[in-house]
């Protein structure tokens, strides 16, 4: 049984773990989009795990930076 990998998860993934170290509020975006639409288009493709993984983790780095940007303001 031999099913495709499922590349927006993956580049969801890729891009939300960038988003934490270097650029937090595009990558977190981008990152929420591209695995929403892993999660949609999955269907019988392997690294449906990883698209959730990328749409949290990009949730996540997305929550993470707008918390610093407000915290960095408040000062």
């Given amino acids: 049984m031999n099913r495709e990998l499922n590349v927006l998860g993956l580049i969801s993934m890729i891009i939300a773990l960038v988003g934490?170290?270097?650029?937090?509020?595009?990558?977190?975006?981008v990152a929420l989009i591209l695995?929403?639409?892993g999660i949609a288009?999955?269907?019988e493709t392997k690294?449906?795990?990883?698209?959730?993984a990328g749409t949290?983790?990009?949730?996540i780095d997305l929550v993470a930076m707008l918390w610093l940007v407000n915290?960095?303001?408040a000062y």
């Fill in 71 to 73: 915290l960095i303001q």
């Fill in 35 to 37: 695995g929403i639409m």
């Fill in 20 to 29: 934490l170290f270097i650029f937090g509020i595009p990558c977190g975006v």
């Fill in 47 to 52: 690294g449906k795990d990883m698209a959730i």
């Fill in 41 to 43: 288009t999955a269907g």
């Fill in 56 to 59: 949290v983790v990009g949730a």
